[in-house]
């Protein structure tokens, strides 16, 4: 199935660090989506956007829609030790053969 | 509220079998997707259905399908079994009230194929 590129893979980083992952596609999308998902569990949506060039804060989270549309990226700001899991983009689109497409996951790991 | 809830949450069967998985939304949540997530190919789009219409669809071959019932619950089928069916299969409820869009997935259920 399709992915979207989304990068880094993984990242181990220091307590009270700031963290950025951003996601790239060769496809226009009208939504972005950014989810964290832990051990066992579902998805949890964070953040969406719906406008080019929007950004869109939630707590010590920001996310940014590109202004290609193409792509939207995800900053962490004073990570904490509950941040560590797999956040994952989406991108949703309203017309072509994938409609809602996932990011690769970016694996958090945050050193106390 | 209560949060979104599948079922089964664990379920084994051979290849060539066919297998319903449940998914119960959110009260007052009319929309309900299903993904299948893998090692391999990740998180992947299956269907999209809003008061018992299937309103998106993934690339998925014929043998998976789903419908949705009048009180929003959801199933999803899939026919003829094959291995690489094994996975974890998230369902998630989703509202929409002008700009803000609300989605919770449920905790998934992982199936597996012998």
């Known amino acids: 199935g399709q992915q979207l590129n989304q990068s880094p893979q993984s990242m181990f980083i220091q307590e009270g660090e700031d963290v950025s992952m951003n996601c790239t596609s060769s496809?226009?999308?009208?939504?972005w989506l950014w989810y964290k998902q832990d051990p066992g569990e579902g998805p949890v949506l964070l953040i969406a956007?719906?406008?080019?060039?929007e950004l869109t804060s939630n707590g010590r989270l920001t996310a940014q829609f590109g202004i290609t549309r193409k792509d939207s990226f995800l900053n962490i700001s004073a990570s904490i030790p509950s941040d560590v899991g797999i956040y994952f983009c989406?991108?949703?689109?309203?017309?072509?053969?994938?409609?809602?497409?996932f990011g690769t996951g970016t694996r958090l790991k945050v050193l106390a | 509220k209560a949060g979104v809830t599948q079922t089964p949450r664990y379920l084994i069967k051979t290849r060539g079998q066919q297998v319903t998985l449940s998914c119960s939304p959110i009260?007052?949540?009319?929309?309900v997707s299903w993904y299948q997530q893998t090692p391999g190919q990740g998180l992947q789009f299956l269907f999209e259905?809003?008061?018992?219409?299937?309103?998106n669809k993934g690339n998925f071959p014929g043998r998976f399908s789903g419908r949705q019932f009048s009180n929003s619950r959801s199933e999803m089928n899939v026919s003829t079994l094959e291995l690489g069916d094994s996975a974890l299969y998230l369902c998630?409820?989703?509202?929409?009230?002008?700009?803000?869009?609300?989605?919770?997935f449920g905790p998934g259920t992982r199936l597996t194929v012998t």
């Open positions: 998630a409820s989703s509202y929409t009230s002008g700009s803000s869009y609300e989605q919770y």
């Open positions: 496809s226009i999308f009208n939504t």
């Open positions: 956007l719906y406008k080019a060039g």
């Open positions: 989406a991108g949703r689109a309203t017309s072509g053969t994938y409609k809602y497409i």
């Open positions: 009260s007052g949540h009319r929309s």
């Open positions: 259905y809003f008061s018992e219409t299937q309103r």
